[in-house]
């Protein structure tokens, strides 16, 4: 009896530890994945500062200037007409736009405009001619704008520009107006890109001339354009 009792008791003393292991043993939580980003919100909230910068190719036609380039390719080539011009205008823009409200913003700018052309003079020499001005200039934003995705804007302004060509310079105002949209898209939708239509009236009269003057009457540096822009945009 005694050797039977104490059997019983250390297998009940095994048995009570095994059951205290099993009680106290953790088991590991699992792992909490970390919380989604907030999406985008379906009606984006008014930042009353948009800053965007862009480029932009355009179609003009200067006559005075591309008169002065015929001469010039005439003078070595006499039995040649020439029918080439100046017609492409390449355009960079950066501008700052304050929105005391939603559809209302007010917008300085400062623009380059410049064509290059080369024409072939002498024995085949290349000669390259640089059609340039620059526009400080101030517009209204006039949005069509309820928070979504595409925000509709025309942008009617005016500048005072200052232009250049082969000793020539040239300034006065130009008028302009752009339609376009700007793209806004992450959390906030507080930047994007936009696309613009610009067309632009900037005849500027001519105010300095070289000391040996062309024998063709030039009067005016002539920036009236259409440009297709695109850049950068991002609202505060």
């Given amino acids: 009896m005694p ?5 019983f ?12 292991e099993e009680t106290t043993t953790t088991t590991p939580s ?7 980003s907030p999406p985008a919100p379906d009606v984006a909230p008014l930042r009353p500062f948009r800053f965007r910068a862009g480029l932009g190719l355009g179609y003009f036609r200067p006559a005075d200037v591309n008169n002065y380039i015929a001469s010039l390719e005439k003078a070595d080539h006499p039995a040649i007409q020439s029918t080439d ?5 390449v355009s960079g823009e950066l501008s700052v736009t304050y929105y005391p409200w939603r559809f209302l913003g007010i917008r300085p700018a400062f623009a ?3 064509s290059p052309y080369v024409i072939t003079v002498g024995s085949g020499t290349a000669r390259g001619l640089w059609l340039h001005s620059v526009s400080p200039g101030f517009g209204l934003d006039l949005a069509y704008d309820e928070g979504k995705l595409a925000r509709l804007f025309a942008s009617p302004g005016v500048s005072y520009d200052e232009g250049w060509f082969e000793g020539y310079s040239a300034s006065g105002l130009g008028m302009s107006l752009a339609l376009g949209a700007d793209f806004s898209y992450g959390q906030g939708r507080a930047k994007g890109f ?3 239509v610009l067309l632009r009236r900037a005849k500027l009269g001519i105010g ?3 000391d040996t003057p062309s024998t ?17 945009q991002m609202g505060t």
């Fill in 208 to 210: 300095h001339r070289p």
């Fill in 85 to 89: 011009e100046m017609r492409l205008l």
């Fill in 30 to 36: 699992p792992a909490v994945p970390d919380p989604p």
């Fill in 216 to 232: 063709v009457t030039m009067n005016n540096l002539d920036f009236t354009s259409i440009i297709f822009c695109a850049g950068f």
């Fill in 9 to 20: 008791i250390v297998t009940a003393a095994l048995a009570a530890v095994a059951l205290g």
């Fill in 194 to 196: 936009y696309v613009a």
């Fill in 3 to 7: 050797v039977a009792a104490a059997t």
């Fill in 112 to 114: 380059y405009y410049f």
